[in-house]
């Protein structure tokens, strides 16, 4: 049964900080750590100095330290199931004056949060099973309404989730989400949007399939139907799209993980892995746009990658949390509800690490095949 998941599922404000606030891959080539491979630049091959560049690279990382209370968290995972918090955040901008030259680990360092400098619209728990035979993303719509909890456990209101990470940054975010989720966050990882470009094009461009034409009001792009290899600017684009979309934001979370798993493809494909430059500069093209939790050693990231080398694409599922709809709020505007029973019903099967059998009696929840996304 387990060999037939992937065909089977086919588918706030500035605030206060005190001063304790938040700190800052032989044999040959083998494949490592698929979907996070993607995201988190953990493919590492090869030996000798080829295998010190890389490590190097890892090495380099941009690092932030949470500072969180563990009477307010979850309990930590008791197997060896994993869930890593992802963040999608732009480069920033000026907050009252200030340079938006400091990075987010530079600024998750100093004594208050630039709250308003960071967006993050993109949001996703990624679970590795125990058996580390199958990868689950789970992405949360940057509109649901819940309450938000600052880096000390404290509720801070009803607000949309993306405000989490804009005005109490990478503690607050994952404070909020584990509050939401009842799921211990084993790590944390956040991508520049930049990324996404630099990956296009370091793979070689990514192809996707966009079913019907249709234009984008926002960005001014017409989008052709029929299959394309998007690379840099329109890769970021297709991936930032949502205006011109049946399903607006619900669409977008839908291209960016078909873009995920497209991209998966080609880092997995051999014209890749067997090709130490084009390797190289797609590792480098994450790192440079990747920041981790600073718990999440090299060593670590190597025995994952190792641990998941015989994952393959149809072993990495796309889900998005359950919603009962959409609606107008007279203070937030548009926002997402959740629906709260199927949540739980899906939160349970995380912490059980069973999500196969969530997914047997919710097929549907999957992400359509790539020629069906929008």
């Given at each position: 049964?387990?060999?037939?998941i992937?065909s089977?599922?086919?588918?706030?404000?500035?605030?206060?900080?005190?001063?304790d606030?938040?700190?800052?891959?032989h044999?040959?080539?083998?494949?490592a750590?698929v979907?996070?491979?993607?995201v988190?630049?953990?493919?590492i091959?090869g030996?000798?100095?080829?295998a010190y560049?890389?490590?190097n690279?890892?090495?380099n990382l941009?690092?932030v330290?949470?500072?969180?209370k563990?009477?307010?968290?979850?309990?930590?995972?008791?197997?060896?199931?994993?869930?890593?918090?992802?963040?999608?955040?732009?480069k920033?901008?000026?907050?009252?004056?200030?340079?938006?030259?400091?990075s987010?680990?530079?600024?998750?360092?100093?004594?208050?949060?630039?709250?308003?400098?960071?967006?993050?619209?993109?949001?996703?728990?990624?679970h590795?099973?125990?058996?580390r035979?199958?990868?689950?993303l789970m992405s949360?719509p940057?509109d649901?309404?819940?309450t938000?909890?600052?880096?000390?456990?404290e509720?801070?209101?009803?607000?949309?989730?993306?405000?989490?990470?804009s005005?109490?940054?990478?503690?607050g975010?994952?404070?909020?989400?584990?509050?939401?989720?009842?799921?211990?966050m084993k790590?944390?990882?956040i991508?520049?949007?930049?990324?996404?470009?630099?990956?296009?094009?370091?793979?070689?461009?990514?192809?996707?399939?966009?079913?019907?034409?249709?234009?984008?009001?926002?960005?001014?792009?017409?989008?052709?139907?029929?299959?394309?290899?998007l690379?840099g600017?329109?890769?970021?684009?297709y991936?930032?799209?949502?205006?011109?979309?049946?399903?607006?934001?619900?669409?977008?979370?839908?291209r960016?993980?078909?873009?995920?798993?497209a991209?998966?493809?080609?880092?997995?494909?051999?014209?890749?892995?067997?090709?130490?430059?084009?390797?190289?500069?797609?590792?480098?093209?994450?790192?440079?746009?990747l920041?981790?939790?600073s718990q999440?050693?090299?060593?670590d990231?190597r025995g994952?990658?190792?641990?998941?080398?015989?994952?393959?694409?149809?072993?990495?599922?796309?889900?998005?949390?359950?919603?009962?709809?959409?609606e107008?709020?007279?203070?937030?505007?548009s926002?997402v509800?959740?629906?709260?029973?199927?949540?739980?019903?899906?939160?349970?099967?995380?912490?059980?690490?069973n999500?196969?059998?969530?997914?047997k009696?919710?097929?549907?929840?999957v992400?359509?095949?790539?020629?069906?996304?929008g």
């Open positions: 049964m387990a060999g037939k992937g089977r599922y086919r588918d706030a404000g500035k605030r206060r900080a005190d001063g606030s938040l700190r800052r891959r044999r040959k080539t083998f494949r750590l979907a996070l491979a993607i988190f630049g953990l493919v091959v030996t000798g100095a080829y560049m890389l490590n690279k890892l090495d941009e690092k330290e949470p500072k969180l563990e009477k307010d968290r979850p309990d930590p995972d008791k197997g060896k199931a994993l869930n890593i918090l992802l963040i999608g955040s732009d920033g901008k000026k907050v009252d004056g200030e340079s938006a030259d400091t987010i680990s530079q600024d998750a360092e100093a004594a208050e949060w630039p709250a308003g400098k960071y967006r993050s619209d993109t949001l996703m728990i990624v590795i099973t125990a058996n035979k199958y990868a689950f949360i940057r649901t309404v819940t938000i909890y600052n880096e000390e456990g509720a801070q209101g009803q607000e949309k989730i993306n405000a989490a990470f005005s109490y940054g990478p503690s975010t994952i404070s909020t989400v584990e509050h939401l989720t009842d799921l211990r790590h944390l990882a991508i520049d949007w930049e990324g996404f470009k630099d990956l296009s094009t370091a793979v070689g461009g990514v192809p996707v399939t966009i079913p019907k034409a249709f234009y984008d009001p926002k960005q001014e792009i017409q989008w052709e139907a029929g299959e394309q290899k690379e600017k329109q890769a970021l684009a991936v930032r799209t949502r205006y011109g979309l049946l399903r607006g934001d619900f669409d977008r979370i839908a960016q993980q078909n873009f995920l798993r991209l998966m493809g080609k880092i997995l494909a051999k014209g890749t892995m067997r090709n130490p430059v084009k390797l190289i500069n797609t590792v480098g093209a994450l790192t440079e746009n920041t981790v939790d999440w050693t090299t060593g990231m994952l990658a190792l641990s998941l080398r015989g994952v393959q694409t149809k072993d990495v599922i796309f889900l998005t949390a359950p919603v009962a709809g959409t107008t709020d007279p203070a937030l505007g926002i509800r959740l629906d709260e029973a199927k949540s739980q019903e899906m939160y349970t099967a995380f912490r059980e690490d999500l196969r059998a969530y997914l009696k919710y097929p549907d929840d992400l359509r095949p790539p020629d069906e996304v």
